[in-house]
């Protein structure tokens, strides 16, 4: 009965913080008891946030309780502990399915507080006080509560895994290292455990710095978005008021090209008007000498005709007749050319505008670029089909193949005249413009030139050439030898012998690659620049040359 009566008053003599018996029990003014230490610990916290409350009820204090000690309470704790007894834990220190159990504890067993290694035991916290006194566990190694001690345990030898073997990876016991693993490269599974703790340190360091990079990278990108968006938001405003400008100042330009038109019409309106008048003034004057000369014409008297109509006189002839040259088809039709003939030139403008808005638009690129192909079938993912412009062709050139091959002949060919004809070397152009990724080959015989150039180059003239501006980079090769050529300045290049020549082309990256091709690639040249316009694939052919370009698949 008496133990019963101790589990009863359990409540009152537990401190609620430690959970444990009440050491020098001192009650605060809300009425709660708690050890003397648990509370000046909380108190200490709680002077940190200014305020103090009971950590049961919650009560607050306007200021830090004095500690009082509970005589009644300490004499009762006193008293069990003469008698030897101990009060019966609460509900919530035993263990349940989920809880690891005290290997000592009979009948209901209290939660684990630690596992032993050694042992390979759990303990709750009465019956964990020898490892902690005796020297006996002195060397034992104590961990947080485990379900998995028994993995410890080898299967073969029953006994405790404290080797571990590095040749086989495993964990295995001492009997395992003389035997089934005796030769083997072994060390105590502590040393091993300190090895891999040391590289999960330095593999968490290298992680957690890879977490800041990201993170860093992360925000450095939003930044982008918001960077990119307000740079999108205020160009369009910017191109809108731009194009409402060129609006206003077409209409202002319409506007005065139709009060002109009209002040015109007003004058010439007024100067037809006043012929008019002129020659209706003329015609009521000719009628009314007609009459008169009408009514002497029908007189009988003779002597009256003689007498009013004495001579034949000459009419006088009008400034105003039907000798003016008029030209009612004519008009203002000047003015329509005129105005058409600007029409067609502002369209030419913004067709070509066009073209480097939606270039410059699409170079808008924030992030790395994609790494350059290695193998000639990653290179096949960026092919493009190159076709001759036949405006540009030089007329000592022949194209044969569906225009695919191009050979030097020593008999002019007829072409028409065109301004964009190369009249002094002999090459071409494509007729696509480069402006992304491309890649493409071609088939050479004798001595060669595969360039890229601006549209803009010079069609006469030495200068050109490819290769001899700053507005095209080209690769001559021969049998014997290989030339890279930009601004007139030429380099040597060592090549294998092929026959066939690769171009890979990055337009956003600056990048232009020439490759030998052949059962393998081999960079010949590469260039590494800015390209400010969009580029064209170019061809020259010397004397006994050909080349064509490959259909690559």
């Known amino acids: 009965m008496a133990q019963k009566g101790i589990e009863l008053d359990q409540e009152a003599i537990s401190c609620s913080i430690c959970l444990d018996l009440l050491k020098y029990p001192v009650t605060i003014p809300c009425g709660h008891s708690y050890c003397m230490n648990c509370m000046k610990s909380h108190f200490d916290e709680e002077d940190k946030k200014k305020i103090h409350r009971c950590p049961e009820c919650r009560q607050l204090f306007p200021s830090r309780p004095v500690l009082v000690k509970n005589t009644l309470l300490a004499a009762l704790v006193e008293q069990l502990k003469k008698t030897g007894l101990q009060p019966a834990p609460a509900d919530h220190c035993y263990a349940g399915p989920e809880d690891v159990a005290c290997d000592v504890c009979t009948g209901r067993k209290l939660k684990a507080f630690k ?5 390979l035991a759990s303990y709750c916290k009465k019956h964990l006080e020898p490892h902690y006194t005796s020297p006996t566990f002195k060397q034992h190694k104590l961990v947080d509560p485990s379900k998995k001690l ?3 345990i080898c299967s073969h030898h029953d ?11 495993q ?5 395992c290292s003389v035997e089934e693993h005796k030769g083997h490269d072994t060390v105590s599974a502590a040393a091993e455990r300190t090895e891999r703790q040391r590289e999960v340190e330095v593999r968490r360091q290298n992680i957690q710095q890879m977490i800041q990079d ?3 990278d992360v925000k450095l990108l939003q930044q982008e978005l918001k960077a990119i968006a307000h740079s999108a938001d205020k160009t369009v405003m910017d191109s809108q008021e731009m194009f409402t400008e060129m609006i206003r100042l077409l209409q202002k330009r319409s506007s005065d090209v139709e009060q002109q038109v009209r002040s015109q019409q007003e004058t010439e309106e007024s100067r037809v008007k006043e012929v008019q008048k002129k020659l209706k003034q003329e015609i009521t004057e000719l009628k009314r000498e007609d009459a008169e000369l009408k009514q002497l014409s029908d007189t009988e008297d003779q002597n009256q005709i003689l007498h009013n109509y004495p001579s034949p006189s000459i009419l006088s002839q009008s400034t105003h007749s039907s000798s003016i040259n008029i030209c009612p088809l004519r008009h203002f039709k000047d003015v329509k050319a005129a105005v058409t003939e600007l029409r067609k030139r502002l369209q030419d403008i913004l067709r070509k505008t066009r073209t480097n808005i939606s270039l410059t638009v699409t170079e808008v690129d924030v992030l790395l670029p994609q790494p350059e192909p290695k193998t000639r079938d990653e290179f096949l993912k960026y092919s493009c089909e190159i076709t001759l412009d036949l405006n540009t ?8 193949e569906r225009n695919r091959k191009i050979t030097l002949v020593n008999r002019q060919q007829f072409y028409p005249d065109h301004p964009e004809r190369f009249t002094d070397c002999s090459q071409v152009l494509s007729r696509e413009s480069l402006t992304r990724r491309c890649y493409w080959e071609v088939e050479r015989s004798g001595l060669v030139g595969v360039a890229v150039t601006y549209k803009n180059i010079s069609r006469a003239g030495k200068e050109s050439g490819f290769g001899r501006n700053d507005k095209s980079w080209t690769l001559y090769r021969s049998k014997d030898s290989s030339t890279f050529c930009y601004n007139n300045i030429q380099t040597s290049v060592s090549a294998p012998p092929s026959s066939r020549v690769g171009v890979f082309l990055d337009h956003r990256a600056g990048i232009l690659s020439f490759y030998s091709v052949s059962e393998t690639m081999t960079l010949l040249h590469r260039v590494q620049t800015t390209f400010t316009q969009p580029l064209y694939a170019g061809i020259w052919v010397g004397l006994f040359s050909s080349v064509e370009l490959v259909k690559v698949k």
Do not use: P
Request: with cysteine; hydrophobic share 35%.
């Open 159 to 169: 006994e405790v895994m404290k080797m571990f073997c590095r040749t086989d990876q």
């Open 150 to 152: 028994q993995e410890n």
């Open 171 to 175: 964990i295995i016991c001492y009997l």
């Open 214 to 216: 990201k993170e860093k």
């Open 115 to 119: 596992s032993c290694l050694f042992c």
């Open 393 to 400: 062709v030089h007329r000592y050139l022949v194209l044969s």
